[in-house]
């Protein structure tokens, strides 16, 4: 049997009136009918609530303790709508975000500085993970935009199921690896050199995505053998800051590195790989606060 909140209400009204025909007119009920929600809820509890053999009806221990309760619960169930409506419209301000760690760490908080002067910009909540998991959570609907590093000739996901992008900056992909005594690449990407030690994303990883389709070929001809793979572009970083191998890794995560000579091009630009960065919504309208985000973006307008 499932308890019905409206037997509370019945059982309220004998509790305040003291009389079963008085409370079942106040409930608009037959007295039979009202006998049997009362019943009904006494048979859910397992207890009696009334002493039906005084005159007016008392309340039994349980009922006294009941009364206090079921007052409670139905306050508490009153207050919903409004919680819910407060809810609803926090949500409706708050923009949900995904994005890849690298850009995270880097491009994102200055990106929405840039944007506050353009657009009043709420509450953000951000899932920061791999461009896997990130395009899950855009398919999901349980983010409203995806800031990823993209690629015309290696499209994700997103592409393929129709999401809409905007290009908000650029970015360039760089195999880096740490100096040889000399200054120079400690592994040259060159013909005639040594096997390259390659510090590999996985495949869950959206630069791994652009690397392969774009110098796995050139890869293959150098023999470039993978000692180490990871999702992350911070954990190749490391890796190759130990001096363990080539990786591609995106200029705005190593720009402090270059500069301070930590990390060198380990070969000639015809290595580099220019790279965009995108802001991905789906094609459906969003709320306000999101298409505001959108436009000062750069973005057009959805449907357009």
């Known amino acids: 049997m499932t308890m019905n909140l409206s037997w509370l209400e019945d059982f309220l009204a004998v509790a305040e009136s003291g009389n079963f025909s008085r409370a079942a007119e106040q409930r608009h009920m037959t007295q039979p009918a009202f006998s049997r929600r009362i019943r009904a809820l006494e048979e859910w509890l397992g207890v009696p609530l009334f002493d039906r053999g005084s005159h007016p009806v008392t309340l039994t221990e349980t009922g006294q303790w009941l009364r206090t309760s079921a007052q409670e619960v139905l306050t508490r169930v009153a207050r919903l709508p409004d919680e819910a409506r407060t809810v609803a419209d926090a949500s409706s301000a708050t923009l949900r975000f995904?994005?890849?760690?690298?850009?995270?760490?880097?491009?994102?908080?200055?990106?929405l500085r840039s944007l506050e002067s353009r657009v009043a910009i709420g509450p953000i909540q951000l899932v920061s993970?791999?461009?896997?998991?990130?395009?899950?959570?855009?398919?999901?609907?349980?983010?409203?935009?995806?800031?990823?590093?993209?690629?015309?000739?290696?499209?994700?996901?997103?592409?393929?199921?129709?999401?809409?992008?905007?290009?908000?900056?650029?970015?360039?992909?760089?195999?880096?690896?740490?100096?040889?005594?000399?200054?120079?690449?400690?592994?040259?990407?060159?013909?005639?050199?040594?096997?390259?030690?390659?510090?590999?994303?996985?495949?869950?990883?959206?630069?791994?995505?652009?690397?392969?389709?774009?110098?796995?070929?050139?890869?293959?001809?150098?023999?470039?053998?993978?000692?180490?793979?990871?999702?992350?572009?911070?954990?190749?970083k490391a890796m190759a800051l130990e001096g363990r191998g080539v990786a591609?890794?995106?200029?705005?995560?190593?720009e402090d590195e270059l500069r301070e000579r930590r990390l060198v091009e380990a070969g000639p630009a015809t290595w580099r790989i220019p790279i965009e960065i995108r802001l991905f919504r789906r094609q459906a309208a969003e709320l306000p606060a999101a298409e505001a985000l959108w436009r000062a973006a750069g973005g057009e307008q959805a449907g357009a």
């Not at 890794?249 to 190593?254: A, F, K, Q, T, V």
């Open 98 to 111: 995904a994005a890849t760690h690298a850009l995270s760490l880097t491009f994102l908080p200055t990106w």
């Open 129 to 236: 993970d791999v461009a896997a998991n990130c395009e899950a959570l855009m398919v999901q609907g349980r983010v409203q935009f995806l800031l990823c590093h993209a690629h015309p000739l290696a499209p994700g996901r997103l592409v393929a199921e129709g999401f809409v992008s905007t290009a908000i900056g650029a970015d360039t992909l760089l195999p880096v690896c740490a100096p040889a005594r000399a200054g120079k690449p400690r592994f040259p990407l060159v013909k005639g050199a040594a096997k390259i030690p390659l510090l590999a994303y996985s495949a869950e990883s959206g630069l791994g995505r652009v690397v392969r389709a774009l110098r796995a070929e050139a890869l293959d001809k150098l023999e470039a053998e993978p000692v180490f793979t990871a999702h992350l572009a911070t954990l190749l």
């Open 248 to 254: 591609w890794l995106p200029r705005s995560l190593i």
